[in-house]
Structures are given as structure tokens and as C-alpha cells.
């Protein structure tokens, strides 16, 4: 079944309280395109999170944002500089005798003094935040193709009923081809016939030739046959588990030609009514079909 290219999904996943948090916003693109907004010392993951992508999604544009998150207790440390603090408080001690001030020194005080204390940073566990990291953007990955599959659905559904119009409108054009060479074949002789009047008569081999040839030029079987064979192929591609959208933005070129040569064999105002009709509806498909995957 199609997929479609446009969804969203997110997920999070704690591993040993690092804990992942994803978000995947995936639009309409001719090629898989991977944007990834990711904390600055998370930057060595991007190869590996663009293969997980790259293993799921064919086609897209994919914007990823990932946080990280430090849950456990000493997560946030702090240390104390023991030696500044004792020489910043017998400087004030020293500055409270000079000065004969007779108020006690406080703790805050001390910690008026700058850098007494510092953040203590807490040494990351790379593996540990990738088993993160991974686990998190394949479990979005997973929400997102669920998405993807059922906004294919309804792109398939739509795309069957159209197509059905397309073939109710081809029988209709196939039931009136069939007259077009005869139609052709009379129009030929009537003018010969209005052309000639009081002039000795033609050849009628020479002249059943060249309506013969007229005829056939105005016969549109082929591309009736084949535009046939385009609807079977297009069904049996919505139908298939395998990324559809070049193939059937290929075959809707396919259809187009075929239409715009019917159109100019016809030479018939309701043949031609009909197939503008045709070539509108495959524009709306033409649409429909940008969105698949």
C-alpha cells in the first residue's frame, strides 16, 4: 500500500535515567532529505540517526529535533573551592580588624566572593545516551510510517476513484473511435467529390488510398490500448509495498501523451470536450501522487 510523505510523530525513550525525548516532521521531497536539530555534544550521532532514517523512509523531507535529559540525582553537582574560601574569609577577617568593624562574618559573605562555587561537570556515558537517542528516534520513526501508511490510504482510495473516472471516460471515447476513420474516410470523399464536379473522374484506387491513409492517421486504437495498459499498471503500483511516487508520476507523463495525441488525431469537438475533461482530472492526480512516497 502507498505511503504518503507528510506526517508527524513523537517519542521518548529513558535509558538508565537518560531520557530522549523526538519529534519527526516529515513533508513532500523528491529525494530523502534529513535536517537534524540535536544538543551540540550529540552532534557524533548524525550518521548513525540518518542510517535508521535512511533503513526506514525512501522519499521526504524529514526534520528531526531531539533533547536530552539527565534525570538522575547527581545530574547536577556543584563543588566547593575550600582553599579560595578560607584565603577570601581571612582577607575579610584581616579587613574587619583593620577597619575595627565589630559585625560577625557570615557565610554569605564568604559566597559574596566569586567562584567559591562551581558547577562540577558529571562525564557522559556516550553509550548510554545513544541507546537513548536510537531507541527513541525508532520508536518516532515507527509512529511516523504508521502515519505515513494511513494517510496512503486515503490518498489510494481517492486515487482509485478518479482513475475509475478516467476509464468510464475512456469508454466513451472508444465507443465513439470506432466511427472516427469512417467519419474521416466520408469527409474525404464529400470534398473530392465538391472539388471535381464536371472534372473527369479520379482514379478510385488512387482516391480509396489516400482515405485509406487519412484514416489512418486519425485512428487513436494505440494510445486507447495503452492508456488501458497504463490504468492496470497504475492499480497494480497503489497496490504494491514498494515506494510508488516516481512510478506514478512516470506513468501520469505516460497518460498525458497518450491523451494530447487522442486530442490531436480526434479532430472532434466532443472527443476533444471529453479528453480536456480527462487531462483535468489527471492533473488532479498529478497533485494527489506529489504527496506519495
Known amino acids: 500500500m502507498i505511503k504518503s510523505m ?5 517519542a521518548s525513550y529513558t535509558e538508565n535515567d537518560i531520557r ?5 516532521r516529515s513533508y513532500n521531497s523528491k529525494n530523502l532529505d534529513v535536517a537534524l536539530y540535536l544538543p551540540g ?5 548524525e550518521d548513525g540517526i540518518k542510517k535508521i532514517v535512511a533503513g526506514t523512509l525512501a522519499r521526504g523531507r524529514v526534520e528531526i529535533r ?4 539527565d534525570e538522575s540525582e ?3 553537582s556543584f563543588a566547593v573551592d575550600e582553599k579560595r574560601a578560607r584565603a577570601y574569609y581571612k582577607a575579610l577577617a584581616s579587613l574587619k580588624q583593620n577597619l575595627a568593624i565589630d559585625s560577625a562574618i557570615t557565610l554569605d559573605h564568604v559566597l559574596a566572593g566569586r567562584e567559591m562555587i562551581q558547577d562540577e561537570e558529571k562525564e557522559t556515558d556516550f553509550d548510554l545516551v545513544w541507546q537513548a537517542v536510537s531507541s527513541a528516534v525508532t520508536q518516532a520513526l515507527s509512529a511516523l510510517t504508521t502515519m505515513r501508511a494511513n494517510e496512503g490510504e486515503n490518498l489510494a482510495i481517492d486515487l482509485e476513484e478518479r482513475m475509475n473516472l478516467i476509464e468510464v471516460e475512456l469508454k466513451t471515447i472508444e465507443d465513439r473511435a470506432a466511427d472516427i476513420p469512417k467519419i474521416y474516410r466520408e469527409r474525404l470523399m464529400e470534398r473530392i467529390s465538391r472539388l471535381t464536379a464536371g472534372v473527369e473522374a479520379l482514379d478510385p484506387v488512387r482516391l480509396s488510398q489516400e482515405a485509406a491513409i487519412l484514416a489512418d492517421k486519425s485512428d487513436i486504437s ?5 492508456v488501458h495498459s497504463h490504468i492496470k499498471q497504475f492499480r497494480e503500483i497503489l497496490s504494491s509495498s514498494k515506494p510508488a511516487g516516481r512510478k506514478l508520476n512516470f506513468l501520469i507523463q505516460e497518460f498525458n501523451r497518450e491523451f494530447n495525441t487522442m486530442g490531436s488525431k480526434s479532430g472532434q469537438a466532443e472527443l476533444s ?3 480536456v475533461n ?3 482530472e489527471l492533473e488532479k492526480i498529478r497533485e494527489q501522487v506529489q504527496n506519495i512516497e
Open 6 to 10: 507528510t506526517a508527524f510523530s513523537e
Open 66 to 69: 531531539i533533547s536530552v535529559k
Open 222 to 226: 494505440e494510445e486507447i490500448v495503452r
Open 278 to 280: 480527462l487531462k483535468s
Open 74 to 76: 547527581d545530574a547536577a
Open 41 to 45: 555534544y550529540c552532534r557524533r550521532f
Open 20 to 24: 530522549a525525548e523526538v519529534e519527526i
Open 273 to 275: 470536450h471529453t479528453i
